[in-house]
């Protein structure tokens, strides 16, 4: 029986779940990044999973177009696990209707709790569209949650090699649940990150196309040795280095097809870069267990 799981990832916490998942169902770790440069992704696996963090409490944009690539064998067992900082929100929900459209059913959708890696506002209502920092996790809290979410992954796995279906571990917020009913994330939620990451023109695209304008806020600081770090370990390859007569080395320009999984801030070594302007000071993170070069051969 062969068995393919393909993932994504920015800080490594989806890349280390997959390879724990890939192991314990003796399968193969696939990148989706790489994938992406096919026309068409075929695959012939009897099961194939995918592997991808939570963003703003659904998919991200780069699963929907691996999704909208993908032709599986009749009869293939097709499940999800998504790794969250916060809540797994309607990932699996958003994702099995997506694969319903295509013609597909998602069987099974599970969430893995990791360190949280993103940004959290400002507890102020005048800096709120000013001061987004990265949210640091203790320590002892972070072995916590890696040694717990070890522990889901060989649940998962059990659970996979039994075929199981019907399970959609969603968020039970009721309040996220009606906003997406109502359809405010398209609305309100878009417009507040958009602000956020100072696109002030704002979009008319969708809230998940339009995220990828939010590279706005990137910059790379007087920190910057010019490395390309940025560059390799981008999986939309969206960082490229340019030369710049400010400096004697190639400095990291933004293309705007960010996904926002933040890998070129988390794993650049000088933490040279910044999004927004109270980054700086905010401690970097990243699976303990990834390294860059596991991050760099995962990209395109």
Sequence with gaps: MSREIYAFSGTGNSLAVARDLAERLDGEVL???AMLRREIVRTEADVLGLVFPVYHKSIPLI???FVEKLESADGAYLFAV???????GLAADHLARLIRYHGRELAAGFGVHMPYNYLTPSPTLRGFFRSFN???IPLDKQE???AEASEKVETIAASILARESGTFETTSDVLTRL??????PETLGKWVWLKVAGVDEGSDLPFMESRQLMDQA???DNNCNGCGICARICPVANVEMVADAGNQHAVPVWQHRCEQCFACLQWCPQEAIQFGSETAS???YHHPDVTVKDMVDLAP
């Design 82 to 88: 998504y790794t969250y900082g916060d809540t797994p």
């Design 144 to 146: 916590t949650l890696l």
């Design 63 to 65: 699963i929907k177009r």
């Design 282 to 284: 905010g401690k970097r």
């Design 31 to 33: 990148s989706i990044p």
């Design 218 to 220: 990137f910059r790379a």
């Design 179 to 184: 906003a997406d009913h109502l359809g405010l």
């Design 134 to 136: 990265l949210r640091e």
